[in-house]
């Protein structure tokens, strides 16, 4: 991929050749796809005919090198780039590991499009629900958690893999009570549903969602309304799992049923309840490791795939916690 390197003295320069790649679309909306590629490895970075000219300190310019690789092949292989992504790349421990170059992508038929996984992490993620008939995601804010789990709930649905999706969330979020709040039942839950409709929103068009849910092919409720049922032949979702209790989450894995898939979802540091210890999702890290069928995925910072000022605040508060402050 790339030409020999000269050296002088402690700068190093090296030369990633682009044939073959859209060279507007690699360079990005004012460059700002190669302006990210000089930020986030320290090198400097120019595009000189049919080649990328990465010059600096040797450990810049190898990363810079990797990072432009992987972004060529992106884009030779159609991908459209972003900054975002060249900052994904750049966070990476190994930036060839695109997701051009792992399986992590859903053709949902009849969906509005298809969903690629955007990092290996979110990829991995995929594979392991494919593979396992529980899953639980872990990791912060923005590393698409949910949205690839009900991404992978309508492939099956769609793929007649199951015969319904059921989305649950805890209705405990930052210290509100369901009987507070205003309206019927319906009008009282919604918003703890919203990011789930907001999914599915994304994946299906409007009208066909509103069948869906009539038909209760689809049904987004409570974790409450899950206790006594027996759920088989679906695709279940909780998310926000770390405002699950310890019995909540008990009885919500009990309900698992023949042909059925569960995948739990939650950030350990967003946890609302009073106490901290009685989350269902800690409790389930703590004692379901090892059983066979039940797999955990660990999201980091790198798989952040919302606005890059995200990645950055969820660095500030980790470092804050690890700091005691």
Do not use: C, W
Not at 55 to 84: C, F, I, N, P, Q
Not at 110 to 127: D, I, N, S
Not at 244 to 255: D, E, Y
């Amino acid at each position: 991929m790339s030409d020999p390197r000269g050296e002088r003295g402690d700068i190093t320069t090296a030369r990633v050749t682009v044939e073959g790649a859209d060279l507007q679309m690699l360079a990005g909306v004012n460059d700002g796809n190669l302006v990210e590629l000089g930020r986030a490895t320290g090198a400097r970075v120019a595009l000189r005919g049919d080649h990328l000219s990465l010059t600096g300190e040797a450990d810049a310019v190898a990363k810079a090198e990797a990072v432009a690789a992987a972004l060529v092949t992106l884009v030779r292989d159609g991908h459209t780039v972003s900054a975002d992504d060249v900052l994904r790349l750049a966070l990476s421990e190994r930036p060839a590991d695109t997701p051009g170059a792992v399986s992590g992508a859903l053709v949902l038929p009849g969906a509005r499009r298809g969903v690629q996984a955007k990092t290996p992490g979110q990829a991995e993620y995929l594979r392991k629900i494919a593979e396992h008939d529980i899953v639980v995601g872990i990791g912060p804010a923005g590393t698409g958690k949910t949205y690839l789990a009900v991404a992978a709930a309508v492939d099956a649905l769609m793929r007649k893999r199951v015969r319904r999706i059921v989305l649950a969330r805890p209705a405990v979020e930052a210290g509100e009570s369901l009987g507070f709040l205003p309206g019927d039942m319906q009008a009282k839950v919604d918003p703890y549903l919203r990011p789930l409709y907001d999914a599915l929103d994304d994946l299906i068009p409007f009208e066909r969602i509103q069948k869906l849910i009539e038909s209760r092919t689809i049904e987004v409720a409570p974790l409450a309304f899950m206790r006594g049922r027996t759920l088989g032949d679906s695709f279940v979702i909780l998310d926000e799992a770390q405002n699950a209790t310890g019995m909540q989450m008990k009885m919500f894995l009990t309900r698992l049923g023949v042909n059925s898939k569960i995948v739990i979802t939650g950030d350990k540091t967003q946890v609302d309840l009073p106490r901290r210890e009685d989350s269902g999702l800690m409790q389930v890290e703590r004692i379901l490791h090892g059983i066979e069928g039940i797999a955990f995925h660990y999201f980091n910072e790198a798989d952040v795939v919302r606005h890059r000022l995200v990645r950055d605040i969820i660095r500030a508060y980790n470092e804050d916690a690890a700091g005691g402050g």
